[in-house]
């Protein structure tokens, strides 16, 4: 059953200033800790988590947790312990309930917040890995169900909206979320659905759809940086009329990014996937938090056997 085309691009409004600049690479201030004790850096801003001493920067004061590493990235579980809570679809309006995933701790702070829907006809459930895995590097998650399950992108975009609204208005770990850093993630239709919601609120942080499906070619008007990830045996959203051309459209000006999935199929977003987990966090963590410590995952162009193919426009505003 072919889905109804999206015929209604939303408009777009000028992206407003970040309340922090970008930040240039630089060196990071660091918390010694010998046995019991302590030693601050200053200007740095002193932090535990799980009972671990760690630091972040003045300059910035979005970074979350200690330095990362490849095998930090890759891992199943950051450096947070998280918890986790059903939202009943009773309780909200706009999306059909979800779960939310998020750090137990908030001795660093506020974070960003992060909503990810599911494909067509799919719950999710099957998005639902994602969920510890993001939240454990430092966001808050909600994973959510849709309206319906037939709902075209342009719906779940709408959705993927509400849910944010909804964490940063009304749920109970909305004090845990800065409201001025969130961004939006989707599989499939949902991954369509990520795209028009960057269109319709330039003030999000980041998009990413994995293995996107939407009608719409163009998103040349896009003001969000993007994450574009495609699957080189993708017969349901082949690379060519749908992640390819999505990437493409968006200005040449923009943070974006292609990543083509080597040998990987339509479906291969919805489960535990350690090339899309290592580059959403890296991406996440790059504009959600303007933490240019993960500018190294992804400039300069990954390369790997996972990897069919990367573009990108480094190097990073």
């Known amino acids: 059953m072919q889905p109804v085309p999206d015929l209604d691009p939303h408009p777009v409004r000028s992206r407003p200033r970040r309340p922090w600049p970008r930040l240039v690479a630089r060196p990071l201030l660091a918390l010694a800790v010998v046995g019991v004790g302590a030693v601050a850096v200053p200007g740095a801003t002193a932090a535990t988590i799980d009972g671990r001493a760690v630091a972040a920067t003045a300059a910035n004061p979005y970074e979350r947790g200690p330095a990362p590493t490849v095998a930090s990235i890759e891992a199943t579980r950051g450096p947070f312990a998280i918890a986790q809570s059903t939202v009943a679809a009773s309780s909200v309006s706009g999306f059909r309930g979800g779960t939310v995933y998020y750090p137990t701790s908030t001795a660093e702070g506020t974070f960003g917040a992060v909503a990810i829907s599911p494909g067509y006809t799919a719950s999710q459930s099957s998005v639902a890995w994602l969920g510890p895995r993001l939240a454990s590097q430092g966001f808050v998650v909600i994973t959510i169900d849709t309206l319906s399950v037939y709902d075209q992108p342009a719906a779940r975009g709408t959705q993927l909206l ?139 162009t990954p390369r790997g056997t996972a990897i069919e193919e990367y573009r990108d426009t480094c190097p990073h505003s």
């Not at 939006?184 to 919601?197: F, I, K, N, Q, T």
């Not at 319709?200 to 994450?227: E, K, M």
């Open 162 to 300: 509400a849910a944010l609204d909804y964490l940063t208005g009304s749920s109970s770990v909305r004090t845990r979320i800065d409201r001025n850093r969130l961004a939006v993630m989707g599989h499939s239709m949902g991954g369509g659905g990520s795209l028009s919601a960057a269109n319709t609120r330039p003030a999000l942080q980041a998009a990413i759809p994995l293995t996107g499906w939407h009608t719409v070619r163009n998103w040349s008007s896009v003001r969000v940086p993007t994450l574009v990830v495609g699957a080189e045996n993708d017969t349901t959203a082949p690379v060519s009329s749908h992640s390819e051309p999505f990437y493409t459209s968006l200005p040449a000006t923009l943070d974006k990014a292609y990543l083509e999935l080597n040998a990987a199929g339509h479906s291969a977003p919805t489960s535990a996937n350690v090339t899309v987990a290592k580059y959403s966090i890296s991406w996440l963590k790059r504009f959600v938090d303007d933490d240019t410590r993960y500018e190294q995952f992804l400039c300069p």
